[in-house]
């Protein structure tokens, strides 16, 4: 008798998969996320985040350890070599003076390539690790993946510079120790029409960049709404496709004839962009937020970016005595050379991870929970890029930002001009 | 769609497909002769934009530099540098990338490359100034500035007219330098210093919408000098490209070598070394092209990833023109910067690159061997 | 009967073991969970990418777009659907399915105009189909622009993942056993000759790439639901080039090569996570001992034609050789105080990665397998021999 003919064969693989999956969905839900929250990020603002249910995760072996994420290869790869460079400036210093109960930190760098899938990876690699708290990522796009990865942990994610407003929407582990989009692009705007005067403005975004969009779009909201106009909206690409040329985009600018041109990218297109902008005979003041501040802005842009405002954290040139403090740690460390960091990485790396560790000694005991309850109780924290206060505030502190114009460079290294300063009262 | 800008796009997109053209000449080469597409043909590229920076460097333009005047024979040495640097490059890619793998498949040599321009985009991030994004100074460049063309001049009465508000906004800008001495910052004024600004501020706006009224039926072109040059010696490098090929022994071996390698190895040509000679060729103009685009538009980015965004569109580019084939991969440069700023006039900049795309889908739908290639019937 | 039973056996495994897969590692953290998941999908993309470029001959360098396209279908789907439906049991296979289908359309429209074309052009219009899409989603406002879309339920189904990677390879598999695959293989050797005998071409061309695409799009579609969240830099270029690199690795045409190439090839980079700081100078010993080795291994493999023991010995000897030069030459070279920079592990990760593919290309071209299978059959012989041997019974 043939018992596996053809058609039986058929039966029985169809029966066999049909069970399978009955198996399979009986056996394979270990890992469902019922209740993500959607990207659209205009939930939680009173509601209160959705807190992770893991069980809390104390640290084990002889030190304690703190995992980093950060683009230290790939496009991002200047702004993560600063946020690893700062970060490890704080957990030298915290060493160095006696670590938390006779133990030392320890830092585990992840890297993430620049790349939102492996930022992923990298975080669930350094929680596998027995990392009980997470630093990371100077991007929104790849801190978003930490954020999801570190919910289901339960372990808190301190964001370096990711300023994508609806990031901390994700979980109430989420913190971060920049100011958002949401509030350095009406900054700006408020900036131009009130203290420049200037009511028509073009916008140019980078359309590879989250950060650039959202900024863009803050910025225009608010200076429509202040009675200003914006005459032309034109994107270009960082990275991947598109040759760094503008001059396309720029002629039609030129069209326009607008009093101001707002630059919401980084400080590496920026710079050629500024002196395209004035080779094709634009000469409306140019504006940005936060991704211009780099020294390297003066040898990219040249003469043409001279005059310029952006929008920044803190300034090299501030007297706090917290800035003046790092400013000269991070001289002090021989790779270095004596220098001021590039990018503002540097200073917000540092933060993030001083205030991670703060957070540690003021939770008592090296625990997972205890480090997100400590966190969300921070209370005016003084940071280098200013006070951090978290209580209350969905992971987003509010912070003061400034106005600082760009200026040829001076004989102590300093070339930003503090112009205005600004507090969230008065931007709301 | 502002039928006074189509001039100045039109010019934009020339300079910008002369770089495409030069790149597209190494790609169109090396595939001519091995049937290979050379994938880290964009890190040639960035290697040459890197020669240039450190020749600049060099000479005195450096990050501590304070040489400020140029003259063209910095220009020279800087070309040179880059071309020897891509020479180089390109002798030890062939040498130990592809030649040992000549026999067998060909999507093997692929990988090959596009794991050798891994290996020179991150390798570089360590080795190459720490993967610091630098730019070359717009110092080393001699010819800077434009040349302003007026197809159409603005309404001169009514520029005139504006004209005459100019010694008011001078008196006005004076009395505001004046009350600054007083202030404490320029951004926090006194109500006195916010009245002068003010009256400092409509004045200038004023005279801007003036000269903007007046402007308004204006078309101007301008012509960056760096542009202009840019494309005079890519013309020149072209023809000699061109004599090269057509003319010479070495010309007619890599021709020969293109049509068929095998039989034109029987008939006595050293095959190897025309293969090296090809690579160093599109190598050392891709060179050209690196140095000329770092050095005249300023300000551009030199990091490690330099080499994707136009190694992607030259490549393009070349498929465009008839891949294989030389004045096809100049002329699929031009027409994909043409076409490039052509859709931005058209206010599709958000999809500048897509429509790139699409265009040379669609020609390749209606022109398979692409504008000058020979769609050959192949013979059984 | 022997040959249905094996079927049956192998399909019966096939499905335990990816239930038994879920079941098992629910104990391993999520790291392990989502390197497991991403192997699946990666084994999955290499093996129907493989039907394009190894099975069919054709070369396509953008399947990362059709992958694109089913993770995005499965976001927008996603935010579409009522969140009661979404979280019923059946809705992420089901999401795959319509993902499958969206990226199936996608293939057809990119394939059937190039596809009439001989040449490269499949290539090129694959990569810019990759630009078009990525831009896409980078300028809508529905496809969340560069920032993307949060996929909801958020969910690793390890088992379906799986399941999908051995049904992709359950269908090249069998292609090439009935006619049907027959004449796609006759596409890959001659297209002139097979036309001739009265294969329509560019209908055999399509279809490999239709099926390819489907798979790609329902992968994209798992991992839009075991991420939870998609964004236009998870299917850049270099995403397409390393599934290209897989295929090639594994031996173009091989089934089993794609596999194994898929999960090693994703390994790899995720395994220098642990790379160890080191000084320059020890960095420098290490090429020049590879370099050494590498040419030693080429020349051998190429060149020499003694008997295998012979082969493998001098191979081994001069790996051996290689780690005496580095254990000679670190010492002098890290002391030079020009070398002496300690270079950071993590950052090599993606240059070791390309070290490994330039070196495994150069030292075998045609791939791991080359074109060689996995079968019961070679399982069988295999044991026959071994048996044979044991018993004494000459052969």
């Known amino acids: 008798m043939r018992v596996f003919d053809k058609n039986n064969i058929r039966h029985l693989a169809l029966a066999v998969v049909s069970a399978a999956l009955l198996v399979g969905c009986n056996g394979g839900d270990s890992k469902t996320d019922e209740t993500g929250n959607g990207g659209g990020g205009k939930s939680s603002a009173t509601a209160g985040r959705k807190a992770p249910t893991a069980a809390p995760i104390d640290a084990q072996g002889p030190t304690i350890k703190i995992g980093l994420v950060a683009s230290v290869t790939g496009d991002n790869k200047p702004w993560g ?140 909201e608010t200076f429509e709404k202040l009675g200003g106009k914006v005459v032309a909206e034109k994107a270009y690409e960082s990275g991947g496709t598109q040759a760094p040329n503008y001059s396309g985009q720029l002629t039609e600018i030129k069209s326009a004839n607008p009093d101001a041109m707002f630059c919401s990218g980084y400080f590496t297109e920026v ?17 940005g ?41 991070w001289k002090a460390v021989p790779a270095h050379n004596g220098k001021n960091p590039d990018t503002t990485m540097g200073a917000l790396g540092y933060d993030a991870m001083a205030l991670t560790l703060d957070a540690l000694k003021r939770a008592g005991k090296a625990n997972s929970k205890a480090i997100i309850d400590a966190l969300e109780a921070t209370e005016k924290y003084p940071g280098v890029s200013g006070d951090i206060t978290l209580k209350g505030m969905n992971g987003n502190p509010p912070k003061r930002a400034i106005v600082v114009s760009v200026t040829a460079k001076g004989p102590d290294g300093s070339w930003q001009k503090f112009a205005k300063d600004y507090t969230p009262d008065q931007i709301k | 769609m502002d039928p006074r800008t189509l001039p100045q796009q039109i010019v934009n997109g020339v300079l910008l497909g002369t770089i495409y053209a030069l790149i597209a000449l ?78 067998s498949p060909r999507i093997a040599s692929l990988i090959t490359a596009i794991g050798l321009s891994l290996l020179l985009q991150y390798g570089g991030q360590i080795f190459i100034l720490n993967g610091s994004p630098q730019t070359i100074k717009a110092e080393a460049n001699p010819y800077r500035g434009e040349i302003p063309i007026s197809l159409r001049a603005g309404d001169k009465v009514a520029l ?42 409509d004045l200038e706006q004023t005279y801007t919408d003036k000269v903007n009224k007046a402007n308004e039926k204006a078309v101007n072109v301008l012509l960056p000098k760096g542009g202009l040059l840019m494309l005079g010696a890519t013309l020149v490098i072209m023809a000699c490209l061109w004599f090269l090929v057509k003319h010479t022994r070495k010309g007619r071996a890599m021709r020969a070598v293109s049509h068929d390698f095998q039989a034109s190895s029987l008939m006595g040509v050293n095959v190897d070394s025309i293969v090296t000679f090809t690579f160093i060729l599109g190598s050392v103009l891709a060179g050209a092209g690196a140095m000329m685009y770092a050095t005249f538009l300023p300000g551009t980015k030199i990091d490690t990833f330099f080499g994707m965004a136009p190694g992607l569109k030259a490549f393009t580019a070349a498929v465009l023109g008839g891949i294989g084939n030389i004045p096809g991969a100049v002329l699929g440069g031009l027409l994909m910067g043409v076409a490039e700023n052509l859709v931005v006039w058209a206010g599709y900049d958000n999809y500048r690159d897509a429509i790139a795309f699409v265009i040379l889908i669609v020609v390749l739908l209606f022109r398979p061997g692409g504008i000058l290639g020979s769609s050959k019937v192949e013979k059984v | ?139 809508q406002e529905a496809l969340g622009k560069a920032y993307g879309i949060s996929v909801n339920p958020k969910q690793q189904m390890i088992w379906l993942v799986w399941l999908l990677a051995v049904i992709c390879i359950a269908v090249s598999r069998n292609l090439l056993k009935n006619v049907h695959g027959l004449t796609f293989l006759a596409v890959r050797e001659d297209e002139v000759a097979s036309s001739a005998m009265g294969v329509n071409v560019t209908r055999v061309k399509v279809t490999a790439f239709v099926l390819g695409s489907a798979f790609a799009g329902a992968a994209g579609a798992l991992f839009a639901h075991g991420v939870g969240f998609v964004s236009p830099d998870a299917f850049a270029m270099d995403v397409s080039f390393i599934i290209l690199t ?107 990665f390309a070290v490994t593919l330039v070196i495994l290309m150069l030292l075998r071209p045609q791939g791991m397998f080359a074109q060689h299978e996995f079968s019961w059959r070679w399982l069988q012989s295999l044991l026959q021999r071994f048996k044979r041997k044991k018993v004494g019974v000459p052969a």
């Open chain 1, 81 to 220: 070599d600063d946020s690893k460079e700062g970060a490890q400036l704080a957990v030298d210093e915290f060493n160095a003076a006696g670590g938390m109960d006779g133990k030392k930190i320890e830092m585990v760098l992840g890297d993430s390539a620049s790349k939102p899938e492996q930022a992923k990876t990298a975080a669930e690699k350094l929680m596998s690790d027995g990392c009980i708290a997470l630093v990371g990522e100077v991007s929104s796009g790849n801190t978003i993946q930490m954020a999801k990865a570190a919910f289901d942990k339960g372990i808190a994610v301190v964001a370096v510079g990711a300023t994508r407003t609806d990031l901390t929407d994700e979980g109430s582990h989420v913190f971060r120790v920049c100011y958002t989009d949401a509030f350095q692009g009406p900054v700006m705007a408020k900036f131009l029409f009130d203290k420049l005067n200037k009511k028509t403005v073009a916008i140019m975004t980078d359309n590879h960049l989250p950060y650039s969009q959202g900024l863009s779009k803050s910025f225009k």
């Open chain 1, 271 to 287: 710079g050629p962009m500024a002196q395209q902008a004035r080779q094709a005979g634009i000469k409306a003041v140019l504006l």
């Open chain 1, 289 to 329: 937020g936060d991704g211009w501040d780099s020294d390297k802005l003066l040898t990219s842009g040249g003469d043409a970016i001279l005059g310029s405002f952006f929008c920044n954290h803190y300034n090299n040139a501030d007297n706090r005595p917290q800035v003046t403090d790092f400013l000269k740690k």
């Open chain 2, 26 to 103: 190494g790609y169109t080469m090396v595939y001519g002769v091995l049937k290979l597409i050379n994938f880290a043909h964009g890190e040639v590229f960035m290697l040459g934009a890197y020669g240039a920076l450190f020749t600049s460097w060099m000479l005195g333009f450096g990050p501590e530099g304070t040489r400020t005047q140029s003259s063209p024979v910095v220009l020279l040495l800087m070309l040179l540098g880059a071309m020897t640097v891509c020479g180089l490059a390109a002798v030890i890619i062939e040498r130990f990338g592809y030649r040992p793998l000549r026999n």
């Open chain 2, 160 to 201: 005139a007219d504006a004209e005459k508000l100019q010694p008011g906004i001078e008196i006005a800008r004076a009395a505001f330098v004046e009350q600054l001495k007083h202030e404490k910052s320029e951004f926090d004024l006194s109500p006195k210093g916010e009245a002068i600004k003010k009256v400092r501020d």
């Open chain 3, 1 to 139: 009967m022997i040959f249905a039973s094996r079927r049956a056996l192998s399909i019966c495994i096939a499905i335990a073991l990816c239930v038994l897969l879920q079941a098992g590692i629910r104990s391993f953290s999520d790291y392990v969970h989502t390197l497991i998941m991403l192997a699946g999908l990666y084994v999955t993309l290499a093996v129907s990418l493989n039907l394009i470029n190894g099975i069919t001959g054709q070369f396509s360098i953008g399947h990362a777009a059709f992958y694109q396209v089913g993770a995005y279908t499965a976001g927008v789907l996603a935010a579409k659907v009522h969140p009661a439906v979404s979280q019923l049991i059946w809705y992420v296979p089901l999401a795959m399915i319509l993902s499958a289908v969206a990226a199936a359309i996608a293939g057809f429209v990119v394939g059937l105009p190039s596809l009439r074309l001989k040449g490269d052009y499949l290539a090129i219009v694959t990569m810019g189909f990759g630009q078009i899409i990525s831009i896409i989603a980078r300028n």
């Open chain 3, 246 to 352: 897989m295929v090639v690795l594994g031996g173009t045409g091989s089934i089993t090569g794609s596999t194994i190439a898929a999960v090693l090839l994703f390994y790899i980079p995720e395994k220098m996570r642990d790379l160890t700081s080191m000084k320059v100078g020890m960095l420098l010993s290490i090429v020049i001992a590879l370099v050494f080795v590498v040419a030693v291994v080429k020349r051998v493999l190429d060149h020499y034609h003694g008997t295998l023991l012979k082969k493998a010995g001098i191979i081994v000897g001069s790996i051996l050789v290689g780690l005496a030069i580095i254990s000679v030459l670190k010492k002098p070279l890290s002391s030079v105080p020009a070398l002496g920079t300690i270079v950071e592990g993590s950052k090599m990760r993606m240059v070791v």
